[in-house]
């Protein structure tokens, strides 16, 4: 699976739209993008994934760039309860020896009043 | 997070004793991993496991860790002689069909373990 590369760290305010950043400048025509949370000590939980479209769930937008070299994710209006590391994860979607999440150090967003 | 159940939550064992850490997956899926968190550090896998056997077993350490998906039953992650490095939080995740429509993997609260 392609490598990723995330800021260590952000912060915005609540309300406020949160943009994260994401660097994926190997990735493979057939791998999507993946974004998953991890709210301290709870287990991660799915955001959302794409493969070279925009895409949008009740959670979160996911913008890819042409060149699927990057993507952001948008948490269009940030609550407190949003703090959370963030992981930014790419690999195929079939099952298999491939099947791992392979997590980096991810995002930690803070959230502030 | 999707109905994917562990037990106990957390664990305390003393070193050289066994620790079973047990995850039931979401209703109807058939795919199990399992994932080690150490201290301050990020999510590692470790397991794959579909019923009654082992797909990919390239993140357990070569000894005293064991995993079994029965067909009947919890997905086990056995730990003998524990060490007061496999102090960690546990986390198993479960997906349905190959993996799920996208594959994705729902996770489960996790199990602390600490070893005294």
């Known amino acids: 699976d392609a490598k990723t590369t995330q800021p260590p760290s952000m912060d915005c305010a609540e309300g406020r739209a949160a943009n994260l950043p994401c660097n994926h400048s190997?990735?493979?025509?057939?791998?999507?993008v993946y974004w998953y949370r991890q709210i301290h000590s709870q287990g991660p939980q799915y955001i959302i994934h794409?493969?070279?479209n925009n895409e949008t769930n009740e959670m979160a937008s996911l913008i890819i760039t042409e060149d699927r070299k990057s993507s952001t994710l948008i948490l269009p209006h940030a609550t407190l309860r949003d703090t959370a590391v963030y992981y930014c994860?790419?690999?195929?979607?079939?099952?298999?020896?491939?099947?791992?999440?392979?997590f980096g150090k991810g995002i930690t967003l803070s959230v502030r009043p | 997070n999707a109905g994917v159940m562990q037990n106990p939550r957390h664990l305390v064992r003393r070193r050289g004793q066994e620790a079973r850490l047990r995850c039931s997956p979401v209703?109807?899926?058939?795919?199990v991993y399992w994932y080690r968190q150490l201290p301050e550090e990020g999510l590692k896998f470790m397991v794959y496991?579909?019923?009654?056997?082992?797909?990919?077993e390239s993140g357990m350490p070569k000894e005293r860790f064991s995993a079994e998906f029965p067909k009947e039953g919890p997905s086990i992650l056995r730990i003998q002689q524990v060490v007061r490095g496999d102090s960690a939080a546990y986390f198993c995740?479960?997906?349905?069909?190959?993996?799920?429509?996208?594959?994705?993997?729902?996770f489960g609260p996790g199990t602390r373990l600490t070893v005294l």
């Open positions: 995740a479960s997906s349905g069909l190959a993996g799920g429509t996208y594959n994705e993997q729902f």
């Open positions: 190997t990735i493979s025509g057939n791998e999507y």
């Open positions: 794409g493969l070279k």
């Open positions: 994860i790419v690999r195929v979607t079939y099952t298999g020896a491939n099947s791992k999440l392979t």
């Open positions: 209703k109807g899926h058939s795919h």
């Open positions: 496991l579909q019923k009654e056997n082992i797909i990919d």
